[in-house]
């Protein structure tokens, strides 16, 4: 699965908060279908949480996991 059965993430993700793609998170090469690697080109331009949930139609639960995750590996950086 997307998150391995986790439901939850470290970092303090509301809705709302704007992610953006660090450098490292570009340079890593990520599988065409792999959700971590899509979620790194949309953040390019910075989307909130929501947005990316949307727009790659997945759940915010595991959209937050998946950004939590890239975040937690300096491949994102979250705006407060």
Do not use: F, M, N
């Not at 949930?53 to 300096?74: E, F, K």
């Amino acid at each position: 699965t997307l998150t391995a059965g986790r439901t939850g993430t470290d970092v303090d993700l509301p809705l709302e908060a704007p992610v953006q793609t660090l450098q490292a998170g570009l340079a890593h090469q990520w599988p065409a279908d792999d959700a971590r690697g899509k979620i790194l080109q949309l953040c390019v331009s910075t989307l909130s949480v929501a947005e990316i949930a949307a727009r790659l139609d997945l759940p915010v639960g595991v959209a937050r996991v998946l950004i939590g995750d890239l975040i937690t590996s300096d491949y994102l950086r979250v705006y407060r």
